[in-house]
């Protein structure tokens, strides 16, 4: 039985995203950036914060949010290893600001906010990032996206859960009837 190990699979998340995701470059090619951020540490706080967010994302309904996955834990491998040192510094000057931001909003801060609040500001920093143009920069909004998205359908709960998975290899059945309603496919 061949296993797909976690690199390999991100590899083609990242593939079928066609190398949009922020990274993708250092994860695509197997390098680390050459330019990087030392001593890049997130404190527990940091760890708790990410995966309040990446549960916002992908909160838990009839199967596990993204915070059952850890989805922190992979966000700051994803940074640490995969990002250049100005995508590294974007990551954390838009957490900052995100926190910062959320707290003059809202008058609270986000790790005591409700999910309600917490989905209607992060959706009003993805509208703000789409009315910025063509020619806008990534911000961490699209980053933390992306790693949730990514994290969280790579994981073992993502991929046998919230998607229907087959262990490859297996019987390929290029006819599988569809019926409304049923999960995607995960391999």
């Known amino acids: 039985m061949t296993v797909m190990n976690r690199r390999d699979a991100l590899k083609s998340v990242v593939l079928m995203m066609g190398g949009t995701m922020i990274g993708a ?38 199967t596990p949010g993204a915070k059952a996955t850890k989805i922190g834990e992979f966000m700051i491998m994803m940074v640490k290893e995969c990002y250049d040192a100005d995508q590294q510094k974007a990551f954390i000057d838009g957490l ?17 906010a409700s999910a309600e609040d917490r989905l209607a500001f992060l959706n009003s920093m993805q509208e703000k990032f789409k009315a910025s143009g063509d020619s806008r920069e990534p911000i961490v909004i699209n980053m933390l996206r992306d790693l949730t998205v990514l994290g969280y359908f790579t994981s073992e709960i993502g991929a046998t859960q919230a998607l229907r ?5 297996g019987r390929y059945d290029a006819c599988i009837d569809y019926k409304k309603g049923d999960k995607a496919w995960a391999t």
């Open 96 to 112: 900052n600001s995100l926190s910062k931001d959320f707290k003059a909003e809202k008058g609270t801060d986000f790790m005591e």
């Open 25 to 62: 470059t250092a994860l695509l090619t197997g390098c680390s950036p050459e330019r990087q951020l030392k001593d890049l540490n997130f404190t527990p706080e940091d760890l708790a914060f990410l995966d309040e967010i990446g549960e916002t994302i992908i909160p838990t309904t009839d």
């Open 165 to 169: 998975f087959m262990e490859a290899p």
